[in-house]
T-cell receptor, first 112, second 111 residues
Framework: DTAVSQTPKYLVTQMGNDKSIKCEQN?????MYWYKQDSKKFLKIMFS???????INETVPNRFSPKSPDKAHLNLHINSLELGDSAVYFC???????????FGPGTRLTVL | DAKTTQPNSMESNEEEPVHLPCNHS???????IHWYRQLPSQGPEYVIH???SNVNNRMASLAIAEDRKSSTLILHRATLRDAAVYYC????????????FGKGTHLIIQP
């Protein structure tokens, strides 16, 4: 069974559209994260979500919003997509904030 | 920004040990040292972490200097599947703000 899964794996869309990426973890973890990996392969934390507390990286535009319907899911909504949003987005989870993180396979977003 | 310094790349031969260094001279007393790796076209994968004492697990060993200003990830017998980018990361404070990845070390394994 996949521990951290993301859908879709690939997402191609036009500028200005609104899209969502879903993340689910079946590990029973309390904390989930979203990371962005740009074309230069730099990985940056976007959000962490622990027991309904959201911590946002200040560099993330407010067009990005995480939504957690329950502890096992943390979806990423993106409004008014821009060319610069093209990247690979990784979801991760951990049992507690100082433990190891388990990453999903990534979603490659391409904005045309 | 990352608070660690790693060589951009290293090369090793298959079935030989690999020592990947990391400097973290500004580490604070509550910072954990984490290592992750990312294989091509995959998400990052946890390798090992420690605080003060050396650590061993099935994947690797972590040797931490006595002053904690540097550490070394040891792969005891490298295989071609160990070719990846290895990241040394300090998990600051409670860690709730996630991992801060630097550029990492690109490990090349020669057959």
């Amino acid at each position: 069974d996949t521990a951290v899964s993301q859908t879709p794996k690939y997402l191609v869309t036009q500028m200005g559209n609104d899209k969502s990426i879903k993340c689910e973890q079946n590990l029973g973890h309390d904390t989930m994260y979203w990371y962005k990996q740009d074309s230069k392969k730099f990985l940056k934390i976007m959000f962490s979500y622990n027991n309904k507390e959201l911590i946002i990286n200040e560099t993330v535009p407010n067009r990005f919003s995480p939504k957690s319907p329950d502890k096992a899911h943390l979806n990423l909504h993106i409004n008014s997509l821009e060319l610069g949003d093209s990247a690979v987005y990784f979801c991760a989870s951990s049992p507690q904030v100082n433990n190891e993180q388990f990453f999903g396979p990534g979603t490659r977003l391409t904005v045309l | 920004d990352a608070k660690t310094t790693q060589p951009n790349s290293m090369e090793s031969n298959e079935e030989e040990p690999v020592h990947l260094p990391c400097n973290h001279s500004t580490i604070s007393g509550t910072d954990y040292i984490h290592w992750y790796r990312q294989l091509p076209s995959q998400g990052p994968e946890y390798v090992i972490h420690g605080l003060t004492s050396n650590v061993n697990n099935r994947m690797a060993s972590l040797a931490i200097a006595e002053d904690r200003k540097s550490s070394t990830l040891i792969l005891h017998r490298a295989t071609l599947r160990d070719a990846a980018v290895y990241y040394c990361i300090l998990l600051t404070g409670g860690g709730a703000d996630g991992l801060t990845f630097g550029k990492g070390t690109h490990l090349i394994i020669q057959p």
